[in-house]
């Protein structure tokens, strides 16, 4: 199993960003994905679930309005779009399948003017 993310990003407050999970390795639609992330000096955040199969979604509650999955099955990759974003959530961004037993890398999303 292998779950690559795109890389770094930088962006200015207010703005929006787009991170993708590239799944490889088992069938795409066999487990839900997990969004999760981490503060510098903070512990894992969830921030929500989505069904690769019918890209049914769940989100934590205080992301809801402001955080979007989406799946395309044609390329087994899920995107967690954030928008109006703040210094505060600066993090490394995970995707998570099999329950969390596989995780990407990481992508640094940075919010800074």
């Known amino acids: 199993v292998q779950l690559v993310q795109s890389g770094a990003e930088l962006r200015n407050p207010g703005a929006s960003v787009k991170v993708s999970c590239k799944a490889s390795?088992?069938?795409?639609?066999?487990?839900?994905i997990e969004w999760v992330r981490q503060a510098p000096g903070q512990g894992l955040e969830w921030m929500g679930r989505?069904?690769?199969?019918?890209?049914?979604?769940a989100y934590a509650q205080k992301f809801q309005g402001r955080v979007a999955f989406t799946v395309d099955t044609s390329r087994s990759k899920v995107y967690v779009e954030l928008k109006s974003l703040r210094s505060e959530e600066t993090a490394v961004y995970y995707c998570?399948?099999?329950?969390?037993?596989?995780w990407g890398q990481g992508t640094q999303v940075t919010v800074s003017s």
């Open positions: 390795g088992y069938t795409f639609t066999s487990y839900d």
């Open positions: 989505i069904d690769p199969e019918d890209g049914g979604t």
């Open positions: 998570s399948s099999g329950g969390f037993g596989d």
